[in-house]
T-cell receptor, first 111, second 114 residues
C-alpha cells in the first residue's frame, strides 16, 4: 500500500506571493489533515478535511486555506506569504480508527 | 495554552539502556494517545498508540504506560540502539470531537550513544 505523498518537497517563495501544496492520502483514507512544523512552535494543526468538507480548523489566519477533491487528494494554499510562514508543512492521512499517517512534508522557505 | 506537555526536551542514553519520555495532558476529553518518531528530513512516523481503557501497551522494544488519574503517559524504549536516535513526539486526540486533530507535545530529541 502506497504511503502519503506530498508535492513539491521543497519550495522557495518571495514575500507576498502565494503557494499551493498538494497531498495524496493513503488509498481508502478519506481524512486529510494539515500541520505546520517549525522549530519554535512545534507541530500545529491547520485544518482537516473529510469527504471534501472541512471539519475542523486550527488557529491560523485566513491566508491559510485548503480543499479536498472527490478522490481524497487535498491541497492547501497560503496567500500573501510572510517570512514567518517558512516551515515544514505536513499532511496526514487518517484511517477509520483515528490513526494518522504523515507524509514527508513540503519544506517552504519564504525570502 | 499548551495542552500536552512533554519532557525532557533532550535525552542522551547509552546503547542498551532504557529511554523514558513523559507527557502530561490537560484535556480530559482526549482518548487517543499516539507517539511519533521523526528523523531529520522526514515526516513523523506513527510508532505506537494507546487508548485509556488500558494502562500499558507493548510493541517490541517500545512500551506506552498510561495513568488516567494523573493524566500522564510515557514512552519507554528498552535496549535503546543508535538507530533509535530521533525526535519523539507524544500527541493526544479526542475521538468524540468528530474530526481528526492531534495536539502535539514539543518533542524530545533522543541521542543513543554507542
Amino acid at each position: 500500500k502506497a504511503g502519503v505523498t506530498q508535492t513539491p518537497r521543497y519550495l522557495i517563495k518571495t514575500r507576498g506571493q502565494q503557494v499551493t501544496l498538494s497531498c495524496s492520502p493513503i488509498s481508502g483514507h478519506r481524512s486529510v489533515s494539515w500541520y505546520q512544523q517549525t522549530p519554535g512552535q512545534g507541530l500545529q494543526f491547520l485544518f482537516e478535511y473529510f469527504s471534501e468538507t472541512q471539519r475542523n480548523k486550527g488557529n491560523f489566519p485566513g491566508r491559510f486555506s485548503g480543499r479536498q477533491f472527490s478522490n481524497s487528494r487535498s491541497e492547501m494554499n497560503v496567500s500573501t506569504l510572510e517570512l514567518g510562514d517558512s516551515a515544514l508543512y505536513l499532511c496526514a492521512s487518517g484511517s477509520q480508527n483515528y490513526e494518522q499517517y504523515f507524509g514527508p512534508g513540503t519544506r517552504l522557505t519564504v525570502t | 495554552q499548551q495542552q500536552v506537555k512533554q519532557s525532557p526536551q533532550s535525552l542522551i542514553v547509552q546503547k542498551g539502556g532504557i529511554s523514558i519520555i513523559n507527557c502530561a495532558y490537560e484535556n480530559t476529553a482526549f482518548d487517543y494517545f499516539p507517539w511519533y518518531q521523526q528523523f531529520p528530513g522526514k515526516g513523523p512516523a506513527l510508532l505506537i498508540a494507546i487508548r485509556p481503557d488500558v494502562s500499558e501497551k507493548k510493541e517490541g522494544r517500545f512500551t506506552i504506560s498510561f495513568n488516567k488519574s494523573a493524566k500522564q503517559f510515557s514512552l519507554h524504549i528498552m535496549d535503546s540502539q543508535p538507530g533509535d536516535s530521533a525526535t519523539y513526539f507524544c500527541a493526544a486526540e479526542s475521538s468524540g470531537a468528530g474530526s481528526y486533530q492531534l495536539t502535539f507535545g514539543k518533542g524530545t530529541k533522543l541521542s543513543v550513544i554507542p
